[in-house]
Structure formats: structure tokens, C-alpha cells
T-cell receptor
Framework: SQELEQSPQSLIVQEGKNLTINCTSS?????LYWYKQKYGEGLIFLMM?????EEKSHEKITAKLDEKKQQSSLHITASQPSHAGTYLC????????????FGSGTQLTVLP | EPEVTQTPSHQVTQMGQEVILRCVPI?????FYWYRQILGQKVEFLVS????????KSEIFDDQFSVERPDGSNFTLKIRSTKLEDSAMYFC??????????FGDGTRLSIL
């Protein structure tokens, strides 16, 4: 089965600092999704990556899917307290499946 | 922006009772999903639904679970005889073909 490992498990940064979260798969990724979750709330879609080497940005967040399609990174530039929350990567395990398998999440705290 | 809505936000039920969790997906979406998240654990896939039938289901989705789209707007998850271990946050999601899944805020189910 698809397993996704996220690192680090938690991260505390000072406001204004850059940070990177990684998501590594044991198998080829057919689609990789990044979501943000605040405690006790739903998942907010951030970005979708499907092609090896693909990179997408939205505001201060950039996500990349490596060429071999087994690892993705999420980079936040000049972090703000509003970036705090748990970041989850989710993957589709085959070209035809739709179910998402999620990593354990990275809990981000941004200190003002 | 259209969103997925879930009701109730919190449901408390006695063990052995039936419970129905309700979702209104985004109106033009065709694919519907249920996931659950036990406190402190990963978000886990339960079932996906397309064209009025189940398209995928996980091992968790056993005979005590069922899904239904009773009309053109609602999507429900029924748990027939609840167990203590069914206590979790249940998320509904919807999507278009090969597009990101959008999640609701969840229903917190507490089994006593």
C-alpha cells in the first residue's frame, strides 16, 4: 500500500523565516496534494502536483514534485502566524484510483 | 466560493445506536468521498461514490457502514450499530474528474 512519510513531524519557526516540509513516498506518485488543517477543522486544499518536475506557487507557498515522482516538498517563504497549522500531503496510489492516502502531517508553529 | 457543508458539527451517540452523517457537496461535483480521522491519527479513506454507486472502499468500510445520495444535493454516511472505536472526525469531500478534493469542516462523532 502507499505509504507517505512527512518530515519534520513538527516545526517551530520565528515569523519571517523560510521553511521546508518534505513528503516521501515508498511508491511512484500519480498525484500529490498538499492540504492545510487547523486543529479540529477541515482540510483546506493548497496545491496539486501531477507531473514529475512540476512546481507550483501560491502567494508565499511553493510546492515541487521531484522528477522521479516519489518526493514532494512544500516551501514557505517569509512565514507569518497565519501559516500556522498542520500540513498534510496526500497521494493518489494509481492512475485510476481516486482515494487519497495521507501522511501523518507536519505541525507548524510560527512565533510572532 | 462554493464549499462542502457537513451537519451536524458534533454528534454524540450511545454505543449500538445508528447514526447518519450528512454532507452537501459542491453542486457541480461528480465524485464524493468520506474520510475519517481518529484523534491524533492520520486522515483515512473510507469510501468514494460516483454515478450513484460505490467506486472504491477501504477495509474500514465494512457492513456496518453505508452511503447514499438520496437526492440531487445530499450525500450521507450511515453507521448502523456504532462502536466505541467509531469515535472520530468524519470528513466529506467532493471533486470533479481528476481535480482536487474539497473537504468539509467535518462532523465530530463521539460514541458513549
Amino acid at each position: 500500500s502507499q505509504e507517505l512519510e512527512q518530515s519534520p513531524q513538527s516545526l517551530i519557526v520565528q515569523e519571517g523565516k523560510n521553511l521546508t516540509i518534505n513528503c516521501t513516498s515508498s511508491k511512484t506518485l500519480y498525484g500529490l496534494y498538499w492540504y492545510k488543517q487547523k486543529y479540529g477543522e477541515g482540510l483546506i486544499f493548497l496545491m496539486m502536483l501531477q507531473k514529475g518536475g512540476e512546481e507550483k506557487s501560491h502567494e508565499k507557498i511553493t510546492a515541487k514534485l521531484d522528477e522521479k515522482k516519489q518526493q514532494s516538498s512544500l516551501h514557505i517563504t517569509a512565514s507569518q502566524p497565519s501559516h500556522a497549522g498542520t500540513y498534510l500531503c496526500g497521494a493518489v496510489r494509481s492512475g485510476s484510483a481516486r482515494q487519497l492516502t495521507f501522511g501523518s502531517g507536519t505541525q507548524l508553529t510560527v512565533l510572532p | 466560493e462554493p464549499e462542502v457543508t457537513q451537519t451536524p458539527s458534533h454528534q454524540v451517540t450511545q454505543m449500538g445506536q445508528e447514526v447518519i452523517l450528512r454532507c452537501v457537496p459542491i453542486s457541480n461535483h461528480l465524485y464524493f468521498y468520506w474520510y475519517r480521522q481518529i484523534l491524533g491519527q492520520k486522515v483515512e479513506f473510507l469510501v468514494s461514490f460516483y454515478n450513484n454507486e460505490i467506486s472504491e472502499k477501504s477495509e474500514i468500510f465494512d457492513d456496518q457502514f453505508s452511503v447514499e445520495r438520496p437526492d440531487g444535493s445530499n450525500f450521507t454516511l450511515k453507521i448502523r450499530s456504532t462502536k466505541l472505536e467509531d469515535s472520530a472526525m468524519y470528513f466529506c469531500a467532493s471533486s470533479l474528474y481528476n481535480q482536487p478534493q474539497h473537504f468539509g469542516d467535518g462532523t465530530r462523532l463521539s460514541i458513549l
